[in-house]
């Protein structure tokens, strides 16, 4: 027999056994599903990560009284509240300095602070920071202007009434209007719009275009510092942007370097600040979702395992109910090797069949977890189709090579006269 009639024969033999075919495959399906949706919701969510981390703009440096820290498995690394309470803040001639060092294009100063809803003529915007910066803070903070004008230095100098609208902003308060020239008030004063930002986005299901950006002098005329507590994480920070062809790692040390010079530390004192870049964060969340990775493939591959125990107890009862049927063939010519084949066959096309329900089942579940869950998209790539493929025939395979070797191994007369 060749190979396509084996094949045929095996699918046939199979469509005999419907009920026990399908629930022999469900260890298979299980983990291959399992495997599906993890790999296409955690590539999903890495490439999330990578787009909506993107915006922050990959060369700044954030400048703040805290590192970016999450906790994963080589760093458990604890948050001394009292002690970041007791570091000084910036200051406006810190943001100076660090500008005019040989390896900084800028370095802007930035504050902000929750505002909550902004309300003109019946419209509202709900959620709103009012943030204080200064020129340069569009390049910095990553922001492309797409009317109007950002913050400038005379506005700084000047202490001007003046803010910049992220697109949440102007499209809930302003609708169809042009927002150039209106006035908005915020926290009982009354700015004039110069600008309108285009849309960045959202990071995690929260937006990140609601915001009013104004003078940092003017922000810090009506809003002094925050102290104590409150200074942690709504102090001043600084957005500093390496010059073109300087490494950001170099651009970082000289930083770290004066901040330190300024602050008096001594050479075995810990740094009072943080610097953060958006790779920082970036590699820390991908580091968890490697680690939830390598987590799931060990319980789908216990899944696999206990799914091909289970196809290889069921040809094992197949050879036994096949006994004479093996018996007849080989006294009719059938070689071992047609027998291996044709059962080996078996095992592969019954693991294939419980990987191809798997696939789909793991693709769907992803996409519904993608459909409930807003900021993640699910992916699937084609090599997790390959992949899934892969293990059930891998699976199908090994243990279904004991089964067909016991079936082409068995001697023919003794096998026409079993009962």
Known sequence: MNFFSQLKLAVVSLRYNKSR?????????????????????????????????????????????????????????????????????????????????????????????????????????????????????????????????????????????????????????????????????????????????????????????????????????????????RAIWGGLSIEALPKRGVKLEKAMADVEELLRLRRGLRYDEDNDFGLNTQQMIMSALQGITSTLWIVMIGIAAISLVVGGIGIMNIMLVSVAERTREIGIRKSVGARDRDILIQFLLESVVLAMLGGLIGILVGLGIAKLVSALVSFLDAASPWWTVVLGFGFSAAVGIFFGIYPAQKAAKLNPIQAIRYE
């Not at 309300?119 to 797409?146: F, P, Y």
């Not at 109007?148 to 202490?159: A, M, P, S, V, Y």
């Not at 308060?173 to 020239?181: M, S």
């Open 21 to 229: 075919s399908f629930l022999t495959t469900l260890g298979i399906i299980i983990g291959v599903m399992t495997v599906i949706a993890i790999l296409s919701l955690l590539e999903g969510l890495n490439r999330t990560i990578e787009q909506q981390f993107s915006t922050l703009g990959s060369q700044t440096i954030y400048i703040q009284k805290v590192e970016w820290m999450i906790s994963t498995p080589g760093n458990r690394q604890q948050l001394d509240f009292e002690e970041l309470r007791k570091r000084p803040n910036f200051t406006l001639e810190d943001a100076d300095a660090i500008a005019a060092l040989p390896t900084i294009e800028i370095a802007v100063p930035s504050i902000s602070n929750h505002v909550g809803n902004l309300k003109r003529l019946g419209n509202t915007a709900q959620n709103c920071e009012l943030q204080g910066s200064a020129e340069g803070g569009d390049v910095a903070g990553n922001w492309i202007v797409e009317q109007g004008r950002f913050i400038t230095r005379e506005d700084r100098l000047h202490r001007r009434m003046v803010c910049v609208l992220g697109s949440y902003v102007a499209e809930n308060l302003f609708g169809a209007e042009n927002p150039i020239g209106e006035t908005i008030d915020v926290e009982n004063h009354r700015y004039q719009v110069v600008g309108i930002l285009e849309e960045k986005g959202s990071m995690f299901g929260n937006t990140m275009d609601n915001v009013v950006i104004i003078p940092i002098s003017t922000y810090l005329k009506y809003n002094p510092i925050p102290r104590g507590w």
